[in-house]
């Protein structure tokens, strides 16, 4: 075994240990009356809530308005809003992650948008992402555990190694077009603008569990919060089950532990946060879907696609 299916094997068996490793975690931390009243605490923070998922949503527009700056053509913002909103919301659905051909799709079926040009959009702002979290990681590591992850960055230079091969050598890019377009889009205050967008992006997601965590009794800073975000999204990579159930919570609590909250606290955050990003994603979803109804034909194909391939 070698390439592509060795690598994917690799995330399985590591999205199953981390399975395993939540489910544990289950067993010897769940508390039901406890995470009821981490609940309610929690619900009787209205405004904090309510500021927070703000926060968390202007980061999905955050990722919208840089992906429209990268693709450069006059196409409506409502585009690319709806399109990450959808893919927040398969993603949350499907026991795969094809959030990103949601994306692909949707912007190919606009006017002069080819299906390679498309790829290469979403592939470019995954990188992006990619980037960002993969810095946010390691200094959150080192700053917070003192220690640098070698294999782990290792990993991600490999990874985005083969993100970069994938965008270059699939037809019809050439490495040459993509360089000449890469300095142009890139170039100046406006290629600045677009990476500020996503790395404020990240920044902005941190909000939800720098206030779920206060709630549970774990009080953050706001580079904790952005380090525990951080970490848990990158470690959904490996994510074996719809939306990283499980991967999500185990890396979240291990995260909050290296920062000194108890084991139960830090699980019950865990817990409160992805689910509180599951409803965040179904009702976005839902809007989405109920003011542009032709998109759940669109969503329907991909994934009748996706589940041929698999």
């Known amino acids: 075994m070698s390439g592509k299916p060795a690598a994917k094997a690799a995330l399985q068996a590591a999205g199953l240990a981390l399975l395993f490793f939540s489910a544990w975690l289950t067993y010897r931390c769940f508390d039901g009356r406890q995470m009821l009243h981490h609940l309610s605490r929690i619900v009787s923070r209205p405004i904090e809530m309510a500021a927070a998922t703000f926060v ?4 999905f527009w955050l990722r919208a308005w840089a992906w429209k700056r990268y693709v450069g053509k006059p196409i409506a913002f409502s585009v690319y809003w709806r399109a990450v909103l959808l893919s927040l919301f398969v993603n949350h659905l499907a026991p795969v992650k094809i959030g990103d051909a949601v994306r692909m799709a949707l912007l190919a079926r606009q006017p002069g948008v080819s299906a390679s040009e498309a790829i290469e959009s979403v592939a470019v702002m995954r990188l ?41 050598f699939r037809r019809p890019l050439r490495l040459d077009r993509l360089w000449r377009r890469w300095r142009s889009v890139f170039h100046g205050w406006s290629g600045a603008a677009m990476v500020g967008a996503v790395a404020a992006s990240w920044l902005c997601e941190a909000a939800v569990i720098g206030v779920i965590a206060k709630a549970v009794g774990i009080p953050l800073s706001f580079g904790q919060a952005v380090w525990a975000n951080s970490a848990t999204v990158s470690g959904q990579i490996a994510q074996v089950a719809s939306g990283g159930i499980g ?49 759940w034909q669109m969503v329907r194909g991909v994934w009748k696609k996706e589940r041929k391939k698999r």
């Open 56 to 59: 968390y949503g202007l980061s």
């Open 128 to 168: 992006l992402d990619m980037a960002v979290l993969g810095g946010l990681t390691v200094i959150g590591m080192y700053a917070y555990m003192h220690y640098i992850p070698r294999i782990s960055l290792l990993a991600a230079a490999v990874a985005a190694g083969f993100v970069l091969t994938v965008i270059v």
């Open 247 to 295: 991967t999500y919570e185990a890396v979240m609590a291990f995260a909050l532990t290296r920062l000194g909250a108890p084991w139960e606290k830090a699980y019950a955050a865990a817990v409160l946060t992805h689910a509180f990003k599951f409803l965040f994603s179904y009702a976005a979803g839902a809007a989405v879907l109920w003011f542009w109804r032709s998109d």
